[in-house]
Structure formats: structure tokens, C-alpha cells
């Protein structure tokens, strides 16, 4: 899957679970600071990403700033890569 695919399939994924409905975001968006995701959706994203792409991210090794936007998930997980 490339990333700019699996990009739209998370914007899309966030989107329809998040704790602020109907609120525009993108690739950039702090997702944490804009209250777009919370503790219990970052749960939910990441079992989202492992389903996907088989990367699994252990709790203990969750750092906030990887996951405050689409873009930085991407970056730091290696997501998307084909």
C-alpha cells in the first residue's frame, strides 16, 4: 500500500472515530492538541494500523509526537511504504 493511500485510509478511519466530529483535518493536523484523538482513540488507531500494515507499536515505546499527526505516523512508523 503507498502512503498517500494509506494516508487518505487513516484521514478516513480518523474521521469516522473522532471525539470531534464533523472537523476539518489533514496530513499536518495535530491531532492530539485539536482534541481530534484521544487517550481512547489512539487505542483504537493504532490496533487500525496494525490491522493494516502488520506494524505494531508497543505502549512502552508510544511517544506523543509520533502519533500528533497523519503525517508524523507515516514518517515515524514507516507506513505506507511499498
Same mark, same amino acid.
Given at each position: 500500500?503507498?502512503?498517500?493511500?494509506?494516508?487518505?485510509?487513516? !484521514? @478516513?478511519? %480518523? $474521521?469516522?472515530?473522532?471525539? +470531534?466530529?464533523?472537523?476539518?483535518? #489533514?496530513?499536518?493536523? *495535530?491531532? /492530539?492538541?485539536?482534541?481530534?484523538?484521544?487517550?481512547?482513540?489512539?487505542?483504537?488507531? !493504532? @490496533?487500525? %494500523? $496494525?490491522?493494516?500494515?502488520? +506494524?505494531?507499536?508497543?505502549?512502552? #515505546?508510544?511517544?506523543? *509526537?509520533? /502519533?500528533?499527526?497523519?503525517?508524523?505516523?507515516?514518517?515515524?512508523?514507516?507506513?505506507?511504504?511499498?
Amino acid at each position: 500500500m503507498k502512503s498517500t493511500t494509506f494516508s487518505q485510509d487513516m !484521514l @478516513a478511519y %480518523i $474521521a469516522g472515530n473522532s471525539a +470531534v466530529p464533523n472537523m476539518h483535518f #489533514d496530513e499536518a493536523t *495535530d491531532l /492530539i492538541e485539536t482534541g481530534i484523538i484521544d487517550s481512547f482513540s489512539i487505542m483504537s488507531l !493504532l @490496533a487500525f %494500523i $496494525a490491522e493494516k500494515t502488520g +506494524v505494531r507499536v508497543e505502549l512502552e #515505546d508510544l511517544v506523543l *509526537d509520533t /502519533i500528533r499527526s497523519v503525517r508524523a505516523m507515516n514518517e515515524s512508523f514507516n507506513l505506507g511504504a511499498s
